[in-house]
């Protein structure tokens, strides 16, 4: 990771997945392997508390079939993936 | 002699799709296909689940050469260049080809013109009866229209497009040389139309894959060939055959229901997912469900399942599941799911095209229902002539009144 640790440092990213619409494609885990990981369920979880902007993260949250995937900024909580 | 449940009784007329009842849902068990190939069959929901999302479990391995063969017929489904047949990386680089175009926030762009080409559909049915024939004159073009503005198919008239899709998802009654030639025509359709496309780029589906595709730089062409197949076919047979039956449910059994879908879009939303859970697309035949092979041992529902065994997972059964949906079959059509029924899949092949189905089923139905809330079969259900010959079953003709 890069960037200054700790929650709400400049750039740094929450990513949050609903795992009552998450129907276990996998494609998040395989854009980004560091921001998701399958559960035995079969369902998508963050990796980690806060992670870095990447191209593989907002192709995550891009392809998610169900959207799932929020990406939102962690010091504004303003939504930087999916885009409209 | 016993009838296995859900197949056709030799003599008797077929009862509609939403008639067809199958065993309860239970453990793992084995069974052997029609050939003798042994199969472990998965029925709850639970299980079918855990099997659809387990990477343990892959589509590419049943081609593989130690594989034990599956049907008599291989289809387009049986295509090891096909999206379905690739595993893990492999699959997620040709998925992503094509992936940003089925978001449901890229479908939501469509739905303005979708919803114009089901207007004008419904305009031209009203005109043209009654009595008139909801099949030709609805449930089939909706789907071709869709998928042919998608591609740009402008060179592909409907009647061909039929019969390659019809001969591609072919059970065992056509020779495996009739849909050998299919395929070949099929692909050198899909082949001509790459080139094109590359030549002449435009703001299609095929041209941006192969935007896509030749950014990621190591997609064979032979994958490229097979999705575009595929494309077209997954893109609007499905939908025709879950549109025709679902109509021939609504309109012998529930015409309640058929006005409020007239009244409520979002009610027909709701409605749309029931129906896609109760009402399945054809019947078991060749292969008792969607199937994958396991590459290691694994324990599903309490069972072991052998590494190399084949699996079928049988979704028309576990989307009846009573630990899951309380109401079996059929209860409130307008309840949403108590949970994501296995009708478009689950895992790294759930179906690329639900959104764009569900967002057309629902325009269909609303808008049918709204303009004709009176609509009724004319002929009994009983002598409804019925499409056959591919995997899937729905009317082949559906003559209304209003
Ligand atoms: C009611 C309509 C539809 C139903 C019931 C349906 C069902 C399914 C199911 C069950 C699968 C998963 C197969 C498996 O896991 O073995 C699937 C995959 C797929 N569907 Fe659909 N589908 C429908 C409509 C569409 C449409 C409209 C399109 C295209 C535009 C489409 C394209 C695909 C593709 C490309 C796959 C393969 C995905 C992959 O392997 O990654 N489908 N569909
Ligand atoms: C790459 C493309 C396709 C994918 C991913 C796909 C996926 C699926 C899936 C997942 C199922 C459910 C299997 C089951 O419940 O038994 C399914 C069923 C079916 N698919 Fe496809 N399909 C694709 C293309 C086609 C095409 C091209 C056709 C045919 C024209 C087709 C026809 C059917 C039919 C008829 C069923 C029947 C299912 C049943 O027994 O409920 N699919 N497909
Ligand atoms: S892409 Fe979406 S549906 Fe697929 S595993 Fe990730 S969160 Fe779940």
Redesign the pocket.
């Known amino acids: 990771m890069s960037g200054p640790a700790g929650p709400g440092a400049a750039g740094e990213l929450v990513v949050r997945v609903d795992r009552a619409r998450c129907v276990g494609t996998g494609l998040c885990a395989g854009a980004a392997p560091g921001d998701f990981q399958l559960d035995a369920d079969g369902k998508s979880r963050p990796r980690r508390d806060t992670t870095v902007p990447s191209d593989g993260l907002s192709d995550a949250a891009e392809f998610c079939p169900v959207e799932a995937i929020t990406v939102v900024d962690a010091a504004t909580g303003r939504r930087v993936a999916p885009l409209d | 002699m016993s009838v296995t449940p859900g197949q056709a009784v030799p003599g008797q007329p077929l009862v509609p799709l939403h008639c067809l009842r199958f065993a309860e849902p239970g453990p793992p068990r084995q069974a052997a296909l029609p050939n003798g190939t042994p199969v472990w069959l998965v029925s709850r929901h639970r299980d079918a689940r855990q099997v ?1 999302t387990d990477p343990a479990f892959g589509r590419a391995l049943l081609y593989a050469p130690d594989a034990p063969p599956l049907t008599s017929t291989p289809n387009l489904l049986d295509d090891p260049d096909s ?2 047949n690739q595993d893990g990386p492999d ?1 997620q680089r040709l ?1 992503r080809t094509v992936q940003r175009a089925f978001t449901p926030r890229a479908v939501a762009r469509w739905r303005p013109w979708v919803a114009s080409v089901v207007e004008q559909l419904v305009d031209d049915l009203v005109k043209s009866g009654p009595p008139a024939d909801v099949v030709a004159g609805f449930s089939t073009p909706l789907p071709v229209a869709v ?1 042919s503005r998608l591609m740009a198919l402008d060179g592909l008239d409907q009647d061909r497009m039929r019969h390659w899709s019809n001969l591609a998802l072919s059970d065992s009654s056509h020779t495996p040389e009739e849909v050998a030639a299919a395929l070949r025509e099929f692909g050198a359709f899909a082949a001509q139309l790459i080139a094109e496309r590359r030549r002449e780029p435009g703001e299609d589906l095929v041209s941006s894959l192969l935007a896509a595709a030749e950014a990621e730089g190591s997609i064979p062409e032979r994958q490229l060939v097979s999705l575009v197949c ?2 077209v076919v ?2 609007h047979e ?2 025709m055959t ?1 549109l025709g039956n679902a109509l021939v449910y609504l309109l012998s059994e529930a015409p309640e229901s058929w006005v409020r879908l007239g009244t409520d879009e979002e009610a027909a939303g709701a409605a749309v997912e029931q129906l ?1 859970r109760a009402i399945p ?1 054809g019947e078991p035949k060749e292969l008792p469900g ?1 199937v994958r092979r396991a590459s290691v041992e694994v324990e599903v529902g309490g069972v072991t399942i052998p590494a190399g065994a084949v699996v079928a997972v049988q979704s028309q059964i576990a989307n009846r599941d009573p630990e899951v949906y309380a109401e079996g079959q059929f209860g409130d059509l307008f309840a949403p799911l108590a949970a994501p029924s296995l ?3 689950a895992g ?7 959104w ?2 569900r967002m057309e089923m629902q325009l269909a139905l609303h808008r049918l229902a709204d303009r004709l809330p009176g609509l009724r079969l004319a002929e009994p259900v009983a002598d409804i002539d019925w499409r056959l010959g591919s995997i899937t079953r729905s009317p082949q003709r559906l003559t209304v009144v209003w």
Not at chain 2, 348 to 354: I, K, M, V
């Open positions: 659809l999206l379905l699959h998925r998928i595929g494309l997954g893109g499905t939908t879950s896609l697309l969607t009708t478009f899949g790294p092949h759930h179906c690329l095209g639900a764009l189905a």
